[in-house]
């Protein structure tokens, strides 16, 4: 059932977050330059903001287009990819009280040399991840706090996922490849590959345990075997646009791309774990 209806004053052009509380929900938007008169498509970058239940906010942020975030744990502070008017990219952290910029994670640059593509925070808050493409593409992670590099790892194609299992980071690359980093207290020097699947990879969730993934491609949605490397069985034939496990792993929601958007088509499917 629809627990509650939000206005979004703009066109939204990214994936909304929620802080770790539930009390903030962020969507970054090209708002209207006048509310008033929407068809004359003159719009500006900004971000909406506020509880889920209402009432929202919208805040101009200059030249700086938000894109893909993450709220780090705890705060109402969120490390989001930006992008300026010259088209270059980069990953900062941003005071949504404040509407202030702050730590570049990623310098600023043209996609054709680095990209970022996707981000995560490990649960305690203090390491970030961030998967890149262009010529750079791979995974680099830094400490939150001082905006430090800690490591790196190349691949040979654009990063299309990257998530936190614990003290472990799993990401994903547009090839198939499916690598696995221990960052703990013994942390490896270098990502692992874990398997090589034949389905390119677009976007991919990972189960809380570390044992099994939802990986979405061209050809529909599959779900991993991480333990005896291998795709399991296929979920959809539908491309899906984003994949998110409960935080308890008993269910995983895949909203799907639709290509005829009547009411009845779903756009969302929620699977539930069940026993053999």
Same mark, same amino acid.
């Given at each position: 059932?629809?627990?509650?209806?939000?206005?979004?004053?703009?066109?939204?052009?990214?994936?909304?977050?929620?802080?770790?509380?539930?009390?903030?929900?962020?969507?970054?938007?090209?708002?209207?330059?006048?509310?008033?008169?929407?068809?004359?498509?003159?719009?500006? /970058?900004?971000?909406?903001?506020?509880?889920?239940?209402?009432?929202?906010?919208?805040? *101009?942020?200059?030249?700086?287009?938000?894109? *893909?975030?993450?709220?780090?744990?705890?705060?109402?502070?969120?490390?989001?990819?930006?992008?300026?008017?010259?088209?270059?990219?980069?990953?900062?952290?941003?005071?949504?009280?404040?509407?202030?910029?702050? &730590?570049?994670?990623?310098?600023?640059?043209?996609?054709?040399?680095?990209?970022?593509?996707?981000?995560?925070?490990? *649960?305690?808050?203090?390491?970030?991840?961030?998967?890149? +493409?262009?010529?750079?593409?791979?995974?680099?992670?830094?400490?939150?706090?001082?905006?430090?590099?800690?490591?790196?790892?190349?691949?040979?194609?654009?990063? &299309?996922?990257?998530?936190?299992? +614990?003290?472990?980071?799993?990401?994903?690359?547009?090839?198939?490849?499916?690598?696995?980093? *221990?960052?703990? #207290?013994?942390?490896?020097?270098?990502?692992?590959?874990?398997?090589?699947?034949?389905?390119?990879?677009?976007?991919?969730?990972?189960?809380?345990?570390?044992?099994?993934?939802?990986?979405?491609?061209?050809? +529909?949605?599959?779900?991993?075997?991480?333990?005896?490397?291998?795709?399991?069985?296929?979920?959809?034939?539908?491309?899906?646009?984003?994949?998110?496990?409960?935080?308890?792993?008993?269910?995983?929601?895949?909203? &799907?791309?639709?290509?005829?958007?009547?009411?009845? &088509? /779903?756009?969302?499917?929620?699977?539930? #774990?069940?026993?053999?």
């Amino acid at each position: 059932r629809v627990l509650s209806t939000l206005l979004i004053p703009g066109h939204n052009v990214h994936p909304s977050l929620l802080s770790s509380d539930g009390t903030m929900w962020v969507q970054a938007v090209r708002g209207y330059d006048n509310p008033a008169r929407p068809d004359i498509y003159k719009t500006h /970058p900004a971000l909406v903001y506020g509880s889920p239940k209402g009432p929202l906010t919208l805040k *101009k942020t200059g030249s700086a287009s938000l894109g *893909k975030g993450v709220f780090l744990p705890g705060t109402r502070q969120a490390v989001f990819i930006v992008s300026d008017k010259r088209r270059r990219y980069s990953v900062r952290s941003y005071d949504v009280a404040r509407n202030k910029l702050s &730590t570049t994670y990623v310098r600023p640059a043209k996609a054709r040399r680095r990209v970022p593509t996707d981000l995560a925070v490990s *649960k305690d808050g203090k390491i970030l991840a961030v998967g890149l +493409g262009g010529k750079e593409s791979g995974t680099v992670f830094y400490d939150v706090e001082t905006g430090a590099k800690l490591g790196s790892h190349a691949t040979g194609s654009e990063v &299309t996922s990257v998530s936190f299992v +614990g003290q472990e980071l799993l990401f994903s690359d547009l090839d198939g490849r499916i690598y696995r980093w *221990k960052l703990g #207290n013994k942390k490896e020097r270098s990502a692992r590959l874990l398997m090589k699947s034949r389905v390119r990879i677009l976007t991919m969730a990972v189960h809380p345990s570390g044992a099994s993934a939802i990986i979405g491609g061209m050809s +529909g949605v599959h779900l991993v075997d991480l333990h005896n490397k291998k795709v399991r069985r296929k979920l959809l034939r539908s491309r899906a646009i984003d994949i998110r496990f409960s935080d308890d792993g008993n269910k995983v929601a895949i909203g &799907t791309q639709k290509s005829l958007q009547l009411a009845k &088509t /779903p756009s969302v499917f929620v699977f539930v #774990n069940s026993s053999p």
